[in-house]
């Protein structure tokens, strides 16, 4: 059987086509061809056969399916049937007309049809049908009975006929005794489909995976009554005038280089570049433009010529790569290009392997088949090398040739350019950057190339011989198109500007005008903020001869302010306001939109002074000129002659908006992109847009038109205006808000005090099912961090009041910290991608989900009103069916074997005197050291005396009396386990504690006092060292409090006891048990006689331990199953017990595996920190333990002893992991323990496999376990805590009601066995809590059981597997302890699942605890890091709970390794964190605490 998941019981045949599935596989029909006089024929298995039939061989040639028969006295070989021993088929029935070979559908419905009318039948039999074998009653049926046979050939005395005719002739023809009897032969297939039909559906499989989390996205996304709609006429599109060109331009941009080129003028400058140091350094003139660019495309042509690696032929892509104080070069390069008939790709200079956005870029060069790359001299130079010198391999960049285009040499006279290649190929490449970084390169044709100079220069009214400023980046958008394009194309001189120069001298893109007297100039608005601030550069400015300055990125909401100011200030020196020109563009749609120099009228110019709450529901709504809530807009220009231009919604199909109404801008025209290179799905949905109107008809069948990611509407006169794009839209909370228009509201505060130079990058990410703003700044370097939180509260409010948002994170940088483009700009998905990863490191963190996230879950309500008690609850589960949780082991009775009493005495003690006896030189203790080394061995004799000797130690020295409780301060190892019986030797009671930590002296030396003091302990026993340890440190810890008598044990006196003290009782107390439990207390248990030999033997029924059994123990011998494990089992079994200290371990990792290994242990127990130790120590040592011959398939059982909820994960991987060594995945399981009873599950010898189950998260939060799929959303893995030992009962109940629950509860477990503590001990003896926790009853059900409450909730679910005594299993699942659980808006919250999630979101997080505070979740994290990394945790941790868990993180404390406390058996101790935290002693890295 295989393993199935727990709610698909049956899962091959239940499903919704099992009955077709029978029908195709009847392969397995009984087969009764043969003789009719032969007996009846087992059935032979075949493979099934699927449905049509194939095409048979004619009846001569052997080829039908064989028939297996066999009679008692002879066997008949399978051979196809001859043709004479067939019987003729009766004709077709007439309403059954013949099916045609192509109707496949009707012929499968009819067989279905048939095969149902068949199964009816079948079930009506009064017997079962004979599934085994024929008897011989019905033997006389005609061979048609097997519908196998259809496939025999066709009858003889018929016409070859369809195969589908044979099938249906073979269903409607059974014999007149089919139904008689029952007698016939059934497939075992049909069998099992009739057993299955009987069975209840499964849930089908869409079920599991239905979102159910629909209230949130509904809660995000709520519709708003009172919001505004467009209320305008469905739009037309506007149209831009005819494109009139002007006479004499050339004919291509090509010819443009030759006609000025080689013309007289040959000499005028087409390109002048400003220095460093503001000196034109460089000019390019039209004949040497021409000159070097055919130069250039000569030596691409022929020494790059060819097919091949790193050659180039026309058509081909190559890359441009030149810095930006290099446009001479750039330009010849890419006129080279367009002359060789090569498609040039600009794209940036790459500085280093870690560069912004460089792996997206390699894409880009790959995707387009890209393999050289063309750069000047001094750029190569730049670039980095290996050692060897080749260029490094750039992350994402395919292999590229690197051609250097200088120094190369002239053309031949006789050299011809290719023939120009045709106007639909394209002409140059040019990348555009997806919101989320991802780079498509956008194709240019050269009939749009040539169209779009063409307009530009209508538009811009373009001349020969003017002079034009420069300050953007040539290589894209509307600085390639004006400076590179246009330029050349009206034969005008263009003075660049490169960004190094504008950063040291902001001013100077105006002071060339002045120089240069230029009528042009293309700038940025941030050019025109950063040129206004230079006041002391303003004197000698003039701006009279300027007629056009065209500001690239007017679209902008902050580009207005700038114009005004610019405006303003500038007008006094000869600035025109009809000059400033403002444009949108976008890589695919080229320029979209530019505001006209001197076209004069009423509709030349517009603004718009809108509503920003009617912006952010899409509509456009008039507001009040200074009101705060209004955002003026300025107009981006006209339609551009030749063009048109629609508006269509975001959302959706590609419908018209109405006039009033803000939609995407889509432009048509013969300027405009062409296609995504190589994405052809995208170019369909980009490129090719047909805008439909409100009825679903294409507005237009002639052109299509090209999404520009531009957000707009169009005002009176077809005015262009532009309000955002659509990367930088932000759906929050159902309304959009555009990152510009938050970005203009966080530099109005108070910016240049704070911002350092306006940088702010502001993105939204999704967490838990809608967007959250995100706003990143640089601060100014001299910023206190007061200054910081005053500022961040400040913006908080601001967009608050402005734009009704909140933001979800507001984070400061130091300054030039954000990843930068090459001019300098912040390079925004790089940076998104860097705070998502958490690698951002910002300085300040201020994170506000409680007041913007406003679709947590509804609160679990108690509802006091209508109580249900617990008789109810049970009466609805049994109404349901539902099972009540309860389970037992194995039953005891006289397991251990019938003669056990008289075999050995009923006592610890007495059991260790009689094997010194019995099997006096039986080894039964061997103490390894780190080395692996054997330190100490003892046999049962040797162990008695020693015992012996303590016993009399404890008499002469000590004076104990009967009953008198000892403490035994030693390290692991024998000495502890001769002391113990030493004790119960003479009737004291043992207290192990574990010794004081030398390295945490303080702390440790305390809890050993409080343990001593609580258990009464009239007397110490230790050894010297211990000793010194607890002297040496008296005077200074403990504050004058004086230790009670210590006695050293390792100088023995050699007498032997007169007399072993033997208990007259079983329920004497015969040793305490002191912990430290999860929730930080200390808590001591008593065990009594009876208890602990009861314990000893169910974990030898278990285990099936015998004294030629080798058990290897990982563990500390202090508390719980470690201590039993340790002192008392191998005693009782008689097994040899290897101690391995886990000290030990952390000084050699392989050591419990080696000595595992070396002495072939069956079984060995281990904690889960000596499990990870070895999962981390030894990850990269599997080859050498191999080496060393380490092999652990000898290993039946490998148990973690714990008291938690399994680890899956740890457990896992160390299965994987030390596989390869031959460990068995079957052998590793985990116990669990408690303090009321430290074994209730142990993972036995002969116990099925551990079971794993998914769980839903979200109905643990309601106390429901609700099993799902592997894979599920919200699924988590709960792997069953071992299997309940011989003797033990639970039960799970309602930890406040007190009523049993169902298996689909979650509630304490209960547990009854004859091992349970007789209570705890404390300093104030029994008070009211033990009675509660050792003798609890339940309210229902079985109301006279006791039981004890371990304080953990869980669930029993009844497993497939089989035990040992042939019952069903009840596995038990342990999910955490109840003390710990966090409750929070009602719903009950286990922090191991929060802290799962904490611990996946940053790979820099070490450990991490959460507990409550106020009711709000603390989440402590140790930062495995630099401080400065400490920040990064905190939006990380935020989101990740919040989106797996939903609910706010309140604080989050980063503090150093080893903060948070964890007992030895490697459980956090959370309560300990919760005190140090209120009483603020954690001395942490950073705490934040969201808003």
């Not at 976008?586 to 530019?594: D, G, K, Q, R, W």
């Not at 994170?809 to 790089?830: D, M, Q, R, W, Y």
């Amino acid at each position: 059987m295989t393993a199935r998941s727990p709610d698909r019981h049956h899962r091959d045949s239940d499903s919704e086509d099992s009955d077709e599935d029978s029908v195709t596989a009847e392969g397995s029909l009984g087969s009764s061809g043969g003789q009719s006089g032969s007996q009846g024929t087992p059935e032979v298995t075949r493979t099934p056969l699927l449905l049509p039939p194939p095409q048979m061989p004619p009846h001569g040639s052997g080829g039908g399916t064989p028939a297996s028969s066999s009679g008692s006295s002879h066997h008949t070989p399978p051979h196809p049937l001859p043709p004479k021993q067939q019987q003729p088929l009766p004709p077709i029935p007439p309403h059954s007309n013949r099916l045609c070979n192509g109707d496949e559908d009707e012929r499968r419905r009819r067989e279905m049809s048939e095969m149902t009318d068949l199964m009816r039948n079948i079930t009506s039999i009064s017997q079962p049908p004979d599934v085994t074998n024929n008897t011989g009653g019905g033997n006389n049926r005609a061979p048609r009975d097997d519908r196998i046979a259809r496939y025999s050939g066709p009858p003889p005395g018929r016409q070859s006929s369809s195969d589908a005719d044979g099938w249906r002739d073979a269903l409607y023809n059974f014999p007149e005794n089919w139904r008689g009897t029952g007698r016939w032969k059934v497939s075992s297939k049909i069998q099992q489909l009739l057993n299955t039909l009987k069975r209840p559906k499964r849930r089908p499989l869409p079920e599991f995976y239905l979102d159910d989390e629909e209230d949130l996205e509904i809660a995000a996304n709520p519709k708003d009554p009172n919001a505004p709609k467009p209320e305008g006429m469905v739009m037309t599109p506007a149209r831009g005038e005819q494109l009139v060109i002007p006479a004499g331009l050339p004919r291509s941009v090509e010819d443009a280089v030759y006609r000025y080129g080689s013309s007289s003028g040959y000499k005028a400058p087409v390109a002048t570049i400003l220095d460093a140091n503001g000196k034109l350094s460089v000019s390019l003139t039209y004949g040497k433009l021409l000159s070097r660019s055919q130069k250039m495309a000569y030596n691409l042509l022929t020494r790059l010529g060819g097919r091949g690696e790193g050659t180039v032929m026309p058509g081909d892509r190559v890359a441009l790569v030149y810095p930006n104080n290099d446009p001479v070069s750039f330009m010849c390069a890419f006129y080279a290009c367009l002359q060789a008939g090569l498609v040039p790709v600009p794209i940036e200079v790459p500085l280093s392997r870690r560069d912004a956005g460089s792996q997206q870029i390699g894409f880009l060069l790959g995707s387009c088949g890209v393999s050289v790359a063309l750069t000047s001299e001094a750029c190569f130079k730049g670039i980095p090398k290996t050692s060897a010198g080749e260029v490094v391999s750039f992350k994402g960049w395919p292999k590229l040739t690197w051609f250097i285009t200088d120094h190369l040499a002239k053309p031949p006279k006789e050299w011809q350019t290719p023939p120009r290649h045709s106007d639909d190929s394209p002409a140059y490449i040019e990348y555009s950057t997806d919101k989320d970084g991802s780079v498509k390169g956008v194709v240019v044709t050269r009939s749009a190339m040539l169209a779009h100079c063409r307009t530009l220069t209508s538009a811009c009214n373009y001349t020969e011989g003017e002079v034009a400023v420069c300050v953007l980046d040539f290589k894209r958008e509307v600085g390639l198109w004006h400076s590179m394009l246009c330029s050349v194309f009206n034969g005008m001189h263009i003075i660049f500007i490169p960004y190094s120069v504008m950063k040291v001298n902001p001013a100077s893109w105006m002071h060339m005008i002045t120089r240069f007297k230029a009528s042009i100039a293309i700038v940025k608005s941030r050019d025109l903020h950063w040129g206004l601030l230079a006041t002391k550069d303003h004197k000698d400015v003039s701006l009279q001869s300027l007629r056009l300055l065209l500001v690239a990125d007017g679209a902008n909401p902050w580009s207005l302010s700038s114009c005004d100011q610019f405006l303003a200030v500038f007008q006094s020196k000869g600035l025109r306001p009809d000059a400033i020109c403002p444009c949108a563009s976008s890589p695919e749609a080229l320029t979209v939109s530019v505001r006209r120099p001197g076209h004069g009228g009423a509709n030349a110019v517009g603004r718009g002074v809108l509503s920003m709450q009617g912006l952010s529901y899409g509509v456009v709504r008039v507001d009040q000129e200074n009101s705060l809530t209004s955002l003026t807009l300025q107009d981006c220009g006209q339609v551009l002659p030749g063009a048109m231009i629609v508006v269509i919604k975001l959302d959706g199909q590609p419908y018209v908006c109405r006039t009033d109404e803000v939609g995407e801008i889509c432009v048509a025209g013969g300027a405009v992109g062409d296609q995504y290179w190589g994405l052809q799905g995208m170019t369909n949905n980009t490129f090719k847009v047909q805008p439909l109107l409100p009825d679903s008809t294409p507005m237009s069948e002639m052109s299509s038109y090209v999404r520009t990611g531009l957000l707009g509407f169009l005002g009176p006169g077809g005015l262009v205006f532009v309000c955002g794009s659509r990367d930088g839209l932000m759906t929050v909370t159902g309304r959009k808000h555009n990152t510009d228009d938050i970005i203009a509201t966080v530099l109005a505060v108070e910016p240049m005090k704070f911002i350092y130079r306006g940088r702010i990058a502001v993105f939204s990410h999704k967490v838990l099912r809608d967007e959250r703003i995100c706003v990143i700044a640089e601060q100014r370097p001299d910023c206190s961090e007061e200054e910081s939180f005053q500022w961040m509260s400040r913006v908080l409010q601001a967009v608050d009041s402005i734009h009704q948002v909140g933001i979800y994170c507001l984070a400061l940088v130091p300054p030039n910290h954000l990843p930068k483009t090459p001019l300098g700009g912040i390079h925004l998905s790089e940076t998104r991608k860097k705070f998502l990863e958490g690698s951002l490191h910002p300085a300040n963190v201020l994170m506000c989900p409680h007041t913007c996230v406003t679709n947590l879950p509804k609160p679990r309500e108690v509802h006091h009103g209508n109580y249900v008690g617990p008789a109810s609850v049970m009466v609805g589960n049994l109404v349901q069916g539902n099972r009540l949780a309860s389970a037992q082991g194995r039953d005891m009775g006289l397991m251990d074997d019938e003669d056990g009493t008289r075999r050995h005495p009923q006592f610890i003690a007495d059991i260790l005197k009689w094997r010194a006896t019995t099997t006096e030189n039986h080894e039964i203790l061997t103490l390894l050291n780190s080395k692996g080394q054997v330190a100490t061995s003892l046999t049962c004799a040797q162990l008695h005396k020693k015992a012996e000797r303590v016993g009399v130690l404890l008499l002469e020295k000590g004076h104990i009396n009967t009953g008198d409780h000892v403490a035994l301060i030693y390290p692991p190892g024998v000495d502890l386990i001769a002391a113990f019986y030493g004790c119960l030797y003479v009737g004291a009671v043992p207290v192990t504690i574990r010794p004081p930590h030398p390295q945490n002296l303080q702390s440790t030396v305390n809890t050993v006092r409080t343990v001593v003091e609580v258990s009464k302990s009239s007397l110490i026993l230790s050894t010297l060292s211990v000793i010194k340890l607890l002297k040496s440190k008296e005077e200074k810890f403990d504050s004058g409090k004086k230790w009670a008598p210590i006695l050293d044990t390792d100088d023995l006196p050699k007498k032997r006891l007169p007399s072993i003290y033997k208990a007259p009782t079983p329920e004497m107390i015969a040793y305490l048990d002191f912990s430290v439990s999860t929730t930080g207390m200390l808590a001591g248990i008593k065990m009594s006689h009876g208890a602990a030999t009861s314990l000893c033997l169910s974990m030898k029924v278990a285990c099936e331990l015998y004294p030629s059994r080798v058990v290897a123990l990982c563990l500390d011998p202090y508390c719980g199953l470690g201590l039993a494990l340790w002192v008392l089992s191998s005693v009782y079994s008689g097994h040899q017990s290897i101690l391995i200290p886990p000290g030990e371990v952390e000084l050699n990792p392989s050591l419990w595996l080696s000595a595992v290994s070396q002495y072939k242990v069956r079984d060995t127990f281990c904690s889960y920190g000596v499990m990870e130790l070895c999962t981390k120590g030894l990850g990269s040592s599997i080859a050498l333990l191999k080496q060393r011959s380490v092999n652990l398939a000898c290993v039946r059982t490998c148990v973690v002893v714990a008291e938690e909820r399994p680890r899956v994960q740890l457990t896992n991987s160390f299965s994987k992991l030390f596989s390869g060594l031959g460990l068995s995945p079957r052998a590793v399981s985990t116990s669990f323990g408690c303090r009321v009873n430290v074994a209730i599950c142990l993972q036995g010898a002969s116990s099925p496999d551990p079971t794993t189950v998914f769980v839903d998260l979200r109905s643990l939060r309601h106390d429901r376990v609700t099993l799902v799929e592997r894979g599920a959303p919200h699924s988590l893995c709960i792997m069953e805590s071992g299997k309940l030992l011989p003797g033990v009962k639970v039960v799970i109940a309602n930890p406040d009601t007190k009523g049993q629950c169902s298996d689909s509860h979650l509630g304490e477990i209960w547990v009854q066995c004859n091992h349970n503590a007789s209570g705890y001990f404390t300093v104030y003896g029994d008070d009211g809590t033990a009675n509660d926790h050792f003798n609890a009853q339940l309210v229902t059900g079985n109301t006279g059981e006791v039981y004890a409450r371990t304080g953990y909730l869980g669930f029993l679910r009844r497993t497939e597997s089989v035990q040992a005594d042939g019952e069903l299993h009840d596995a038990v699942f342990v999910v955490g302890a109840l003390d710990e659980t966090v409750i929070l808006r009602g719903m009950r919250y286990h922090p191991i699942d929060i802290e799962m999630t904490v611990m996946r979101c940053h790979k820099k997080i070490s450990e991490c605890a959460v507990f409550s505070w106020t009711n709000l979740l603390v989440v402590v994290v140790e930062l495995d890091g630099a401080e400065y990394e400490a920040l990064d945790l905190v939006p990380l941790i935020t989101s990740s709970v919040l989106e797996e868990h939903q609910i706010i993180v309140g604080v989050i404390v980063v503090v150093d390794p080893g903060v948070v406390p964890i007992n030895s058996r490697g459980e956090k101790q959370r309560m300990h964190l919760r005190d140090g935290f209120l009483a603020d002693q954690l001395d942490p890295i950073y705490v934040a605490y969201n808003m």
